[in-house]
């Protein structure tokens, strides 16, 4: 049915760089707004980075403001987090995220099952 898969994560020492990507079936991808979450270990659940079905707008948390960017590719029903310059404090667990609201107000809200970064030396 529906479902998002992350893959590219890995370890990588400080000032390092790794992409990650998410493919997603079993819906229509291109409707979606979607978005990264990473948690490390003890704490809470943080939105990293998020872009819109149009792709016109992206948000992005502080900690990686000019670091992280993220795309999509609605023909390939894929969205793309390349993240620079890590620091070991992005060490977490990171998540694909898909969201669509109707006009009804009923939100419709994916999640992949994660990809683990380590920024280590």
């Known amino acids: 049915q529906v479902q998002l898969v992350e893959s590219g994560g890995g370890l990588v020492q400080p000032g390092g760089s790794l992409r990650l990507s998410c493919a997603a079936s079993?819906?229509?991808?291109?409707?979606?707004?979607m978005s990264w979450y990473r948690q490390a270990p003890g704490k809470e659940r943080e939105l990293v980075a998020a872009i819109t079905r149009a792709s016109g707008t992206t948000d992005y948390a502080d900690s990686v403001k000019g670091r992280f960017t993220v795309s999509r590719d609605n023909a390939k029903n894929t969205v793309t987090l390349q993240m620079n310059s890590l620091k070991p404090e992005d060490t977490a667990v990171y998540y694909c995220?898909?969201?669509?609201?109707?006009?009804?107000?009923?939100?419709?809200?994916?999640w992949g099952q994660g990809t683990q970064v380590t920024v280590s030396s």
């Open positions: 995220n898909a969201e669509y609201r109707n006009g009804l107000g009923r939100v419709y809200d994916y």
């Open positions: 079993g819906f229509a991808f291109s409707t979606y707004a």
